[in-house]
């Protein structure tokens, strides 16, 4: 089972508009990828489905964002693929990855399987987190 956290970090960015955010913690390891805000209740999505979910550190989603494909089951949510942003928040086969290097430090093989309840917890506590901030 793999383990899912977040980390909030508020850094000046490599663009104008990026204010820092909600860092991705997948299995302990950083991962320099950020939920966007517009994408956070995704999370708590519980219809299966292709979904953008997060944002590179330009936090820009079409430069370098990252679609997932969910799969929902009575206990598990399932990441089974990643889709690369091209610009939009639609995924083409051709950015297809079952594979994906988050940095040169740590690489992931999907699927990834998360406990439903942390998973639910950790949604809920990243749309308060967020709505905190834009309230």
């Known amino acids: 089972m ?17 204010q820092g ?14 939920f966007d805000n517009q994408t956070i209740p995704l999370l708590n999505v519980r219809e299966d489905g ?4 997060l944002v590179g550190v330009c936090g820009e989603f079409g430069c370098c964002g990252l679609l997932v494909k969910v799969v929902n089951n009575k206990d598990n949510v399932i ?9 939009g928040f639609k995924a083409k086969s ?4 079952i594979e994906y ?11 990834l399987v998360f406990d439903r309840k942390k998973y639910e ?5 990243l749309e308060k987190a967020t709505y905190r901030l834009t309230a």
């Open 2 to 18: 793999n383990n899912i956290e977040y980390k909030f970090t508020r850094e000046g960015g490599t663009t104008t508009n990026w």
């Open 21 to 34: 955010g909600y860092e991705l913690i997948l299995d302990g390891y950083n991962t320099a990828k950020f």
């Open 50 to 53: 292709i979904y953008p979910l």
């Open 79 to 87: 990441w089974e693929k990643f889709y690369l942003s091209d610009g």
């Open 94 to 97: 051709q950015n297809e990855r």
């Open 101 to 111: 290097e988050f940095h040169h430090r740590f690489k992931v093989k999907l699927p």
């Open 121 to 125: 917890i950790l949604a809920l506590m």
